[in-house]
């Protein structure tokens, strides 16, 4: 009896002296927003359908409404009323700008690749894509063998511009690239006759084009030649902050919320792929 007396003052005692350890200040990006009660959020403002600008110049599409849903979570989880910072970032700059603490999240269209987890980590899958090229309806651009010395406008630095090259290569197929530094860039030298082709995920190029002056002039290839599985970038190292976007992105693939806002955004194109559905699934992780 007494050997069991004992044992049980022991558990006692791990669990009152457990207790300040698991209400302990707060940690990382977490401690941060909760401090400044300010949530930054990186995003691209030339990503249609992901993050774009709205009528009213702030930022809406696919990955915003997200990132909001995370906000909204995180608000709850801190217990605090938040103050959301959206904050531009380009192509090149996103991944030092998540990495040295500029912004908090980056929500728009970036691939989780391994090679990008050696500087920031990443959240669950967010959207599942692939590289395609944007071209003019008249311009007669069908199969890979058309691309042959023609203009192709990428965003250097890209998984797209790798991509491409390595699909080029096997293809035995030669042609110019031309630089551009974002997406709006890139439909710009396509419509002014600077490129041929602009090369991106394809999701990001209908929405250039459904979101363009007049749509009926440009026309997706039937080419998809990389796959890119997007999610939004959150510092290394953060375990405690990773797994609060995770459990909030987790909860709305889980319980049904995401297809109001994939149909808000997608609707037009038809309905989730398979692989789009998969990935809801996937990544609708259980409590």
């Given at each position: 009896m007494t050997n069991v007396k004992l044992v049980f003052s022991a558990l006692l005692a791990t669990v009152f002296l457990a207790g300040p350890?698991?209400?302990q200040d707060l940690d990382g990006t977490l401690k941060k927003i909760k401090t400044s009660g300010t949530f930054v959020l990186g995003y691209l403002q030339s990503a249609p359908p992901f993050s774009f600008p709205g009528p009213d110049k702030r930022p809406v599409g696919y990955s915003i409404d997200l990132c909001t849903h995370v906000a909204s979570a995180v608000q709850k989880q801190l217990g605090?009323?938040?103050?959301?910072?959206?904050?531009?970032?380009?192509?090149?700059?996103?991944?030092?700008?998540?990495?040295?603490?500029?912004v908090d999240i980056e929500c728009s269209t970036t691939t989780a690749s391994l090679s990008r987890q050696e500087?920031?980590?990443?959240?669950?899958?967010?959207?599942?894509?692939g590289g395609s090229l944007l071209t003019k309806s008249d311009a007669g651009l069908r199969t890979v063998a058309d691309l042959a010395s023609k203009r192709i406008a990428v965003i250097p630095g890209t998984t797209t511009e790798k991509a491409l090259t390595e699909f080029l290569k096997q293809e035995f197929t030669l042609v110019e690239m031309v630089r551009v530094k974002d997406h709006v860039e890139g439909l710009a030298a396509l419509d002014k006759g600077l490129a041929e082709a602009f090369a991106s995920d394809r999701g990001i190029l209908i929405g250039l084009a459904v979101t363009s002056k007049d749509p009926a002039r440009f026309a997706l290839m039937n080419i998809l030649f990389s796959y890119e599985p997007y999610g939004f970038m959150v510092r290394r190292n953060d375990g405690a902050f990773r797994l609060a976007v995770n459990r909030?992105?987790?909860?709305?693939?889980?319980?049904?919320?995401i297809g109001p806002i994939y149909e808000r955004w997608f609707g037009a194109f038809g309905k989730p792929s398979e692989a789009i559905q998969a990935m809801y699934l996937l990544n609708g992780l259980p409590e």
């Open positions: 350890v698991l209400g605090v009323n938040l103050k959301l910072n959206w904050v531009p970032v380009t192509p090149e700059s996103r991944i030092d700008m998540v990495a040295q603490g500029k500087s920031v980590d990443f959240s669950l899958m967010t959207f599942v894509d909030a992105l987790a909860g709305l693939y889980r319980s049904g919320t």
